[in-house]
């Protein structure tokens, strides 16, 4: 068997026509509309939820950080953008679901890191997010985790609450963000959200 000598493919196409480059991704190669356009596509709970559209992971980021939000109304702009972020390296890796994680380990956690470094640096950001802004995103995340297991992906409160931890917050304040859409809908949400933040980072403190 004959091997070929060129190395292999590590770099993305995007719709914009910038190619990201996975072992050494760089900032200028990442723009939102890429970023909103594949979240938007990328299913979570790997498409078993139900409703006429998949839950997107682009639908994920906006309920976590309405979520957050909830959570700590006085969030400075920047971590509102950080933790709408979270799982921005998704456009690239997809969504690989916990179970699956747990049977590859941690090996996919250097590439999803580069990225999200990149992506951090291309808006502004900090490469590595403050402790308390990541133990805050985890806590949403995970309240956002329960939300979609009981609403959408077929889990009971109880089940969801062994995996995820018990929540507080009533489904109630964020069912907007639970319903059914489509993933151009996601997409231009995704978008609109990223503006109305991003607009309000240069703001002076009140």
Known sequence: MVRSSTPPR?????????????????PLDVEIAD???GLARVARWNGQTSGDHI????QHSLLVEAL?????????PRWRLAILLHDAP?????????????????????????????????????????????????????AAAFLEAVTVAGFSEAEAAHLFGSQTIPAHQVEGLMRSMSSQEAEL??????????????????
């Open 189 to 206: 949400l995704f978008l609109s959200r990223f503006a109305q933040i991003d607009a309000q980072m240069d703001l002076p403190s009140v």
């Open 90 to 142: 998704e456009y690239v890796i997809g969504d690989i679901i916990s179970p699956f994680k747990a049977v590859i380990g941690d090996a996919y956690k250097s590439v999803e890191h580069r990225i999200l470094a990149a992506i951090h640096l291309r808006f502004s950001l900090p490469a590595k997010p403050a402790a308390a802004l990541t133990k805050l995103t985890k806590q949403a995340d995970r």
């Open 55 to 58: 839950f997107s992971v682009a």
């Open 10 to 26: 590590v770099w993305q196409r995007m719709l914009s026509g910038r190619r990201l480059d996975l072992l050494d991704p760089s």
């Open 68 to 76: 957050a939000l909830i959570m700590d109304p006085g969030l400075p």
């Open 35 to 37: 970023i909103a356009h």
